[in-house]
């Protein structure tokens, strides 16, 4: 699942992730953009984390945090690229390296 999750951060693709929500257990299904892998730099829990932008939750966009152990299945949407202009509004410091221009 991370070698599908990397590809789709260097080739600017849209992913489909399908995972189990810690607020109640249930499944969630939601389009997102793959933002980064490793351990947040700003959360209490340094452990790996995969790091989505949500796009379709029913709440509105939001960054979207994933245990490895929450998500069930990452497919990449192929027919979906992101411009990473769109969602980068800060001075990045990915821990995955990329080609993302000057959002690298």
């Known amino acids: 699942m991370l070698a599908k999750f990397l ?6 693709k ?4 399908k995972f189990v929500a810690k607020s109640d257990g249930q499944l969630r299904d939601r389009k ?4 980064d892998y490793g351990a947040s730099t700003t959360a209490k829990d340094k ?3 995969y790091h989505f932008y949500d796009l379709n939750s029913p709440s509105g966009r939001h960054n979207l945090p994933l245990f490895p152990n929450q998500i069930r299945e990452i497919t990449i949407l192929e ?10 509004k800060w001075e990045p410091s990915w821990i995955v390296k990329r080609d993302w221009g000057q959002y690298s």
Do not use: M, R, T
């Open 32 to 35: 997102c953009v793959p933002f």
């Open 7 to 12: 590809q789709a951060i260097h080739k600017k």
């Open 47 to 49: 452990s790996d984390k």
């Open 79 to 88: 027919d979906e690229s992101f411009e990473p202009a769109d969602y980068v």
């Open 14 to 17: 849209l992913v489909q992730v």
